[in-house]
């Protein structure tokens, strides 16, 4: 009995290219959500889809670790703790967003016109970024690999990572030791001078 | 880091011995019962429906309207209508209806019952349709003879003495005398068996029957106290009373007697706990079977409590 | 003795297990090779074609490459409504009672019937509640495990070449990535609940989840260090030949034992000289034993550690704080009702049986006989399996109905996947649960440094041995 392979019937041909606008229309839907819904909360879980999405991307890829990764490190652990900390945080955000607006709407002209120019900024940024990254692409002459792809491309990532690219490797797990810290120094608890009300030091340094 | 290794060890022992323990629990019987199939055997107190008991022996319906359950009941859910017979000027029960929706099953009824007529039966199973069906009348109340022997029985309720009407009126002053004579020793034992003695009697001599009280009474000092249970069996001059040990609580005298005594005359006799019948058969009682029978009877009394 | 209700039990266990899998089989093999073969015309007995047309072919590629999900998708709720009864009825053999026994035979039927009134039930929508990511929720928690537990097929069926099409090299990863995303789905359900309940229940659960999936990934990716790969499949090979050869046991550390333990017994040939082949395995000479045994203790731990692990990750007693009855009514599937809330329980014992299964294949051998080889060639089993064999050669054969290998591998899998699951009810039964921040000390503090710990003293214990990788 001969059965047929899925993988390849994905890897080559019109498969996958329907599998590949599929997902990247996907993403794209997903992601422009993230950026115009209101509920911040639900933004959040709409960029757990976009990483979704783009995990299948670099499955495509026959990037099978760097996808597994991406859902596991990006779609799970670190959006979901945004978002995590969003619910804890959300309900003040919407009263001091209210508030500005009831001040905005006092203000006089010239205000209003510099203030519309501050809330259109990010904007402005993210169009410029976008065009840059896109005319970097766009101007570079991308060659087809010729490399074939190891089944085994999991041993292949780890001797990279553990010869070659181990200095950047290490650098960047410096880097995250120290976002470590900074994050205990600042989730720890202030002295307690009053040796009276403890628990209200306790409560406002971790809160 | 001992010190963290050891409790690790000694919590990984604590886990692993309460995993023994419930897996252990898989070879014990279960104790739950399979409800509708087996019921189990309630208390004699257990306070179910309420309902109105019969006389065991006779059957006549023990209520005498004196409305005392209406009265303490602190839900009012009993409700009594009765009239004063113009024959008899007494009161006659018409209806007697206990509303179980508002009943809860405090049991003041029971005891304030002069004649042991209402009780609180082991019947839990009331789910009904509609509130209204949960108010029974005293057709759905009223137990049926054998039901009523039942809870007599099980409940160790003194029986029940039947209607004054019933009584032939020379039985009845036999009986009567028999107990005042008891009465005067001052027991209940006494008493009881005094009446019974004196039913023996009743027929063949009056006279015998206050020695026989009398030395009833004796018998009921000496060795019967507490309870108006104690069987015991005397013999007199020409009846010949045959004492068995009967189940537990109530006490059967089958008293033999030679000339046929009629029914209703023994009945009348019956006191309190005591059953007498008559039965035909002359029963040949040696004071050894007699005594031995005491004996027995006193065993019975105190292996219940 | 209560060997009336442990009867009822193993009979329940035993009939609900011939239902589920008999089902699982008959659908795969129907979809998988029946038709097929039929519609290609190599069925024995029927219709013969010579040339089948390339559309039927196709077609035919396509029902065997569909079979592994058809398998789970027929699988999974007559599992979960078996388990559900079995941890019922187990329960209540350990509490001392006898629990359900009305529905069917001996509610046999019980959970069939609780499905179909779940079924029925209105479904509601509170107000306020975020409608789309209240239906997503459950979508999202039950999605992956029917496409998480893929790789595991293969590896629990013997390599069968129905299921051999949902191999990954990244097994595990994939697993543990799949297994990684239902914690969404339970934030999700929470948040978008519009209940408090809900919600602390769902942000409970993510912290709990992220806490104890780093043990849990620890104990399987040292797992993994000393098989030396990631596939499920290669890894349950490794393991074959007897329980001195299972992972459990050292991950390979006493498979040289086990090579010559024969030979220690004079069971085979008595003049082999066994020293060259011990030094081999053990090329130090004491060192190398010593170093064998601190990885017998070293995976023991780990397997520990994988379970506490995995029950926390599937919110198991007594780590169900995300929906504990006591204090949050229940969670984050309070305001669930109906299809939505029957999704969320079939899933729930879907992922206990799915970490079951990963238990068995990296530390129990997957489908292998417990026995070792040595002593299961000395049974007279031979002829046994011969006659069997001739008897059953037609199905075997012909249809292909039954493949002796996948067969047994199947059946051991079983066996070790519900005892460990009988083992996950007994803890039930026993323990009481943490509380938060309990959770998190005994978490971060005692299970995450004991992972590294014995990951490192793994990485280096293996260097004087050799082990599966």
Same mark, same amino acid.
């Given at each position: 009995?001969?059965?047929?392979?899925?993988?390849?019937?994905?890897?080559?041909?019109?498969?996958? @290219? +329907? &599998?590949?606008?599929? *997902?990247? =229309?996907?993403? $794209? /839907? !997903?992601?422009?959500?993230?950026?115009?819904?209101?509920?911040?909360?639900?933004?959040?879980?709409?960029?757990?889809?976009?990483?979704?999405?783009?995990?299948?991307?670099?499955?495509?890829?026959?990037?099978?670790?760097? @996808? +597994? &990764?991406?859902?596991? *490190?990006? =779609?799970?652990? $670190? /959006? !979901?703790?945004?978002?995590?900390?969003?619910?804890?945080?959300?309900?003040?955000?919407?009263?001091?967003?209210?508030?500005?607006?009831?001040?905005?709407?006092?203000?006089?002209?010239?205000?209003?016109?510099?203030?519309?120019?501050?809330?259109?900024?990010?904007?402005?940024?993210?169009? $410029?970024?976008?065009?840059?990254?896109?005319?970097?692409?766009?101007?570079?002459?991308?060659?087809?690999?010729?490399?074939?792809?190891?089944?085994?491309?999991?041993?292949?990532?780890?001797?990279?990572?553990?010869?070659?690219?181990?200095?950047?490797?290490?650098?960047?797990?410096?880097?995250?030791?120290?976002?470590?810290?900074?994050?205990?120094?600042?989730?720890?608890?202030?002295?307690?001078?009053?040796?009276?009300?403890?628990?209200?030091?306790?409560?406002?340094?971790?809160? | 880091?001992?010190?963290?290794?050891?409790?690790?060890?000694?919590?990984?022992?604590?886990?692993?011995?309460?995993?023994?323990?419930?897996?252990?629990?898989?070879?014990?019987?279960?104790?739950?019962?399979?409800?509708?199939?087996?019921?189990?055997?309630?208390?004699?107190?257990?306070?179910?429906?309420?309902?109105?008991?019969?006389?065991?022996?006779?059957?006549?319906?023990?209520?005498?309207?004196?409305?005392?359950?209406?009265?303490?009941?602190?839900?009012?859910?009993?409700?009594?209508?009765?009239?004063?017979?113009?024959?008899?000027?007494?009161?006659?029960?018409?209806?007697?209806?206990?509303?179980?929706?508002?009943?809860?099953?405090?049991?003041?009824?029971?005891?304030?019952?002069?004649?042991?007529?209402?009780?609180?039966?082991?019947?839990?199973?009331?789910?009904?349709?509609?509130?209204?069906?949960?108010?029974?009348?005293?057709?759905?109340?009223?137990?049926?003879?054998?039901?009523?022997?039942?809870?007599?029985?099980?409940?160790?309720?003194?029986?029940?003495?039947?209607?004054?009407?019933?009584?032939?009126?020379?039985?009845?002053?036999?009986?009567?005398?028999?107990?005042?004579?008891?009465?005067?020793?001052?027991?209940?034992?006494?008493?009881?068996?005094?009446?019974?003695?004196?039913?023996?009697?009743?027929?063949?001599?009056?006279?015998?029957?206050?020695?026989?009280?009398?030395?009833?009474?004796?018998?009921?000092?000496?060795?019967?106290?507490?309870?108006?249970?104690?069987?015991?069996?005397?013999?007199?001059?020409?009846?010949?009373?045959?004492?068995?040990?009967?189940?537990?609580?109530?006490?059967?005298?089958?008293?033999?007697?030679?000339?046929?005594?009629?029914?209703?005359?023994?009945?009348?006799?019956?006191?309190?706990?005591?059953?007498?019948?008559?039965?035909?058969?002359?029963?040949?009682?040696?004071?050894?079977?007699?005594?031995?029978?005491?004996?027995?009877?006193?065993?019975?009394?105190?292996?219940?409590? | 003795?209560?060997?009336?209700?442990?009867?009822?039990?193993?009979?329940?266990?035993?009939?609900?297990?011939?239902?589920?899998?008999?089902?699982?089989?008959?659908?795969?093999?129907?979809?998988?090779?029946?038709?097929?073969?039929?519609?290609?015309?190599?069925?024995?007995?029927?219709?013969?074609?010579?040339?089948?047309?390339?559309?039927?072919?196709?077609?035919?590629?396509?029902?065997?490459?569909?079979?592994?999900?058809?398998?789970?998708?027929?699988?999974?709720?007559?599992?979960?409504?078996?388990?559900?009864?079995?941890?019922?009825?187990?329960?209540?053999?350990?509490?001392?009672?006898?629990?359900?026994?009305?529905?069917?035979?001996?509610?046999?039927?019980?959970?069939?019937?609780?499905?179909?009134?779940?079924?029925?039930?209105?479904?509601?929508?509170?107000?306020?509640?975020?409608?789309?990511?209240?239906?997503?929720?459950?979508?999202?928690?039950?999605?992956?495990?029917?496409?998480?537990?893929?790789?595991?097929?293969?590896?629990?069926?013997?390599?069968?070449?129905?299921?051999?099409?949902?191999?990954?090299?990244?097994?595990?990863?994939?697993?543990?990535?799949?297994?990684?995303?239902?914690?969404?789905?339970?934030?999700?359900?929470?948040?978008?609940?519009?209940?408090?309940?809900?919600?602390?229940?769902?942000?409970?659960?993510?912290?709990?989840?992220?806490?104890?999936?780093?043990?849990?990934?620890?104990?399987?990716?040292?797992?993994?260090?000393?098989?030396?790969?990631?596939?499920?499949?290669?890894?349950?090979?490794?393991?074959?030949?007897?329980?001195?050869?299972?992972?459990?046991?050292?991950?390979?550390?006493?498979?040289?034992?086990?090579?010559?333990?024969?030979?220690?017994?004079?069971?085979?040939?008595?003049?082999?000289?066994?020293?060259?082949?011990?030094?081999?395995?053990?090329?130090?000479?004491?060192?190398?034993?010593?170093?064998?045994?601190?990885?017998?203790?070293?995976?023991?731990?780990?397997?520990?550690?994988?379970?506490?692990?995995?029950?926390?990750?599937?919110?198991?007693?007594?780590?169900?704080?995300?929906?504990?009855?006591?204090?949050?009514?229940?969670?984050?599937?309070?305001?669930?009702?109906?299809?939505?809330?029957?999704?969320?329980?079939?899933?729930?014992?879907?992922?206990?049986?799915?970490?079951?299964?990963?238990?068995?294949?990296?530390?129990?051998?997957?489908?292998?006989?417990?026995?070792?080889?040595?002593?299961?060639?000395?049974?007279?089993?031979?002829?046994?399996?011969?006659?069997?064999?001739?008897?059953?050669?037609?199905?075997?054969?012909?249809?292909?109905?039954?493949?002796?290998?996948?067969?047994?591998?199947?059946?051991?899998?079983?066996?070790?996947?519900?005892?460990?699951?009988?083992?996950?009810?007994?803890?039930?039964?026993?323990?009481?649960?943490?509380?938060?921040?309990?959770?998190?000390?005994?978490?971060?503090?005692?299970?995450?440094?004991?992972?590294?710990?014995?990951?490192?003293?793994?990485?280096?214990?293996?260097?004087?041995?050799?082990?599966?990788?």
């Amino acid at each position: 009995m001969e059965f047929v392979n899925v993988q390849e019937l994905v890897s080559t041909g019109v498969a996958e @290219a +329907l &599998a590949f606008y599929f *997902i990247a =229309a996907l993403a $794209i /839907t !997903l992601s422009i959500g993230v950026i115009s819904d209101k509920n911040v909360i639900r933004a959040g879980f709409l960029l757990i889809g976009v990483f979704g999405g783009i995990s299948g991307l670099f499955f495509l890829l026959q990037a099978q670790f760097i @996808a +597994l &990764a991406q859902v596991m *490190i990006y =779609a799970v652990g $670190i /959006t !979901l703790v945004v978002v995590i900390a969003l619910m804890l945080t959300n309900p003040r955000l919407q009263n001091e967003e209210a508030e500005e607006e009831a001040i905005a709407s006092s203000e006089p002209a010239l205000l209003k016109f510099l203030d519309s120019i501050r809330n259109g900024f990010p904007g402005l940024v993210a169009w $410029i970024a976008f065009v840059t990254v896109y005319m970097a692409i766009r101007s570079e002459h991308w060659e087809q690999s010729t490399q074939t792809i190891g089944e085994d491309n999991i041993a292949v990532i780890g001797r990279a990572l553990t010869t070659d690219y181990s200095l950047p490797f290490e650098f960047a797990s410096v880097l995250l030791l120290a976002a470590l810290i900074g994050a205990i120094m600042l989730a720890k608890a202030e002295k307690v001078e009053d040796t009276d009300t403890p628990r209200e030091g306790i409560e406002s340094g971790s809160n | 880091m001992a010190n963290l290794l050891d409790r690790a060890v000694e919590s990984f022992k604590r886990v692993g011995e309460g995993l023994k323990t419930v897996f252990m629990h898989s070879f014990r019987e279960p104790t739950t019962q399979e409800y509708p199939e087996k019921i189990q055997d309630l208390a004699p107190h257990f306070r179910g429906r309420l309902a109105l008991a019969v006389n065991p022996d006779t059957g006549d319906h023990l209520c005498i309207s004196c409305r005392q359950c209406e009265r303490v009941c602190p839900d009012k859910c009993i409700e009594i209508t009765a009239h004063k017979s113009p024959e008899t000027n007494k009161l006659e029960l018409i209806d007697f209806k206990i509303d179980h929706g508002l009943c809860m099953f405090c049991g003041l009824c029971t005891e304030v019952c002069p004649t042991t007529c209402i009780i609180n039966t082991n019947d839990f199973e009331m789910a009904d349709y509609s509130r209204e069906s949960l108010i029974y009348d005293i057709k759905r109340l009223t137990l049926t003879q054998d039901e009523s022997t039942y809870y007599f029985d099980k409940k160790e309720l003194p029986r029940p003495k039947p209607k004054a009407a019933a009584k032939p009126a020379a039985a009845a002053g036999a009986a009567g005398a028999a107990a005042k004579s008891a009465a005067a020793g001052g027991d209940a034992a006494a008493k009881a068996a005094a009446a019974k003695a004196a039913a023996a009697k009743a027929a063949a001599a009056k006279a015998a029957a206050a020695k026989a009280a009398a030395a009833k009474t004796d018998d009921g000092e000496t060795k019967a106290e507490p309870k108006a249970e104690s069987k015991s069996e005397e013999k007199a001059a020409e009846p010949k009373a045959d004492a068995e040990a009967a189940k537990k609580d109530v006490v059967e005298a089958k008293t033999e007697d030679i000339t046929a005594e009629p029914k209703a005359d023994a009945e009348a006799a019956k006191k309190d706990v005591v059953e007498a019948k008559t039965e035909d058969k002359a029963a040949e009682a040696p004071e050894k079977d007699a005594k031995k029978d005491v004996k027995e009877a006193k065993a019975d009394e105190k292996d219940p409590e | 003795m209560n060997a009336a209700e442990i009867y009822k039990l193993s009979r329940l266990a035993i009939f609900w297990l011939s239902v589920t899998f008999g089902a699982v089989w008959v659908a795969c093999w129907g979809v998988g090779v029946f038709i097929p073969s039929l519609i290609t015309g190599k069925m024995p007995f029927l219709l013969q074609v010579d040339n089948p047309s390339t559309t039927v072919v196709f077609i035919a590629d396509l029902l065997r490459s569909l079979t592994p999900i058809l398998s789970l998708l027929v699988f999974i709720p007559i599992n979960a409504m078996f388990m559900v009864l079995f941890e019922r009825r187990s329960l209540a053999l350990f509490t001392v009672r006898m629990g359900p026994n009305r529905h069917g035979f001996d509610g046999l039927a019980q959970t069939a019937a609780d499905a179909v009134k779940l079924l029925f039930k209105e479904d509601i929508t509170p107000r306020g509640a975020d409608a789309f990511m209240f239906t997503l929720a459950p979508i999202i928690f039950f999605a992956p495990s029917i496409f998480g537990a893929l790789p595991l097929l293969a590896a629990v069926t013997n390599n069968h070449d129905l299921f051999k099409v949902a191999n990954l090299p990244t097994g595990i990863f994939y697993i543990l990535a799949a297994a990684s995303i239902p914690v969404v789905a339970l934030v999700m359900a929470g948040w978008a609940s519009n209940n408090k309940y809900s919600l602390v229940g769902g942000l409970r659960s993510a912290a709990q989840a992220i806490s104890y999936e780093i043990p849990l990934v620890l104990s399987l990716v040292t797992m993994c260090l000393l098989a030396g790969t990631l596939d499920v499949v290669e890894i349950v090979e490794q393991q074959k030949g007897g329980i001195l050869n299972w992972n459990i046991l050292g991950g390979g550390a006493l498979s040289g034992y086990d090579k010559l333990a024969p030979y220690w017994l004079n069971l085979v040939d008595t003049s082999f000289d066994t020293s060259a082949m011990f030094g081999q395995f053990y090329p130090v000479p004491w060192l190398s034993s010593i170093m064998a045994f601190v990885l017998v203790i070293c995976t023991v731990l780990l397997f520990g550690l994988y379970l506490t692990g995995a029950c926390a990750e599937i919110n198991r007693i007594p780590f169900d704080l995300p929906e504990a009855e006591s204090e949050l009514v229940s969670g984050y599937n309070t305001e669930y009702s109906g299809i939505k809330f029957a999704i969320f329980f079939l899933a729930e014992f879907t992922n206990l049986f799915v970490v079951s299964s990963i238990a068995t294949v990296m530390f129990l051998g997957g489908g292998d006989n417990p026995i070792p080889k040595w002593i299961l060639d000395r049974l007279p089993l031979e002829p046994i399996s011969n006659a069997l064999g001739s008897l059953l050669s037609p199905l075997i054969k012909d249809l292909m109905f039954i493949d002796p290998a996948t067969f047994w591998a199947a059946f051991w899998v079983i066996v070790k996947v519900y005892s460990i699951v009988f083992f996950a009810i007994l803890v039930r039964g026993t323990l009481p649960r943490f509380r938060i921040d309990q959770l998190m000390d005994f978490g971060w503090k005692r299970l995450i440094p004991l992972a590294l710990i014995l990951f490192v003293v793994v990485v280096f214990a293996r260097t004087w041995v050799v082990c599966h990788g």
